[in-house]
């Protein structure tokens, strides 16, 4: 079966520090890859998507990136964090070519 | 780009009674609507979706229904219990490209 997973759970950085979150997938090749932000009390905005290794899809200009350096590893990145970027972020997997997300677990982002 | 509008924000309802939760899509070009349920503190959870060529799936208790001339749809979700309470979500879209609800929070009073 297959899991996602992402890295670390919860993180507290001060503004202008730099990040890196982590997404990982297990038991699927090739699967399209997600980054969402969820702002509290809020719905989930679409980051970015990514189709294949390094192939990514910006859906929000901001200060952050995404990169794919693995078939199953999806890196969300900032080089400056903003108090803005404060939120709860996840990662999904769906297979290559079909409709269904699945998400992980979260990354709960506290920028202070 | 899409527009997806939910309601309401909040529901409260007794055990055993039916809950109802319906969304709104503006592009016509969306043809897959899923719903996810999230309990505090973790990832959203798929627990039905539904395409455009279908006009309603049921799963056990919960069921939803798509009206693609008016842009609606929405989810039922009957004989409710307490471990239904959570935060739910609907979302529209086609391939790669979802836009969200903004939830509704459900409470099932015991």
């Known amino acids: 079966s297959q899991t996602i997973h992402q890295w670390p759970a919860t993180l507290v950085q001060p503004v202008g520090s730099p990040l890196s979150l982590e997404c990982t997938v297990e038991?699927?090749?090739?699967?399209?890859l997600y980054w969402y932000r969820q702002a509290a009390g809020r719905g989930l905005q679409l980051l970015f998507y990514?189709?294949?290794?390094?192939?990514i899809s910006s859906e929000v200009p901001q200060n952050l990136s995404a990169s794919r350096p693995q078939d199953r590893q999806f890196i969300l990145s900032s080089k400056k964090l903003l108090l803005s970027d404060s939120g709860f972020y996840l990662c999904?997997?769906?297979?290559?070519?079909?409709?269904?997300?699945?998400f992980g677990p979260g990354t709960r982002l506290t920028v202070l | 780009g899409e527009n997806v509008e939910q309601h309401p924000s909040t529901l409260s309802v007794q055990e055993g009674d039916s809950a109802v939760i319906k969304c709104t899509y503006s592009?016509?070009?969306?043809?897959?609507f899923p719903w996810y349920k999230q309990e505090l503190g973790k990832g959203p959870q798929l627990i039905i979706d539904?395409?455009?060529?279908?006009g309603e799936k049921k799963d056990q208790r919960i069921a939803v229904t798509l009206n693609k001339t008016a842009k609606h749809f929405s989810l039922h979700i009957t004989e409710t219990q307490p471990e239904d309470s959570a935060v739910y979500f609907c979302?529209?879209?086609?391939?790669?490209?979802?836009?969200f609800g903004t939830g509704t929070s459900l409470t099932v009073i015991p």
């Open positions: 979302a529209a879209g086609t391939r790669n490209q979802f836009y």
């Open positions: 999904a997997w769906s297979v290559g070519g079909t409709d269904t997300q699945y």
């Open positions: 592009d016509s070009a969306s043809n897959y």
């Open positions: 038991g699927t090749s090739n699967p399209n």
């Open positions: 990514s189709v294949g290794i390094g192939q």
């Open positions: 539904i395409r455009s060529n279908v």
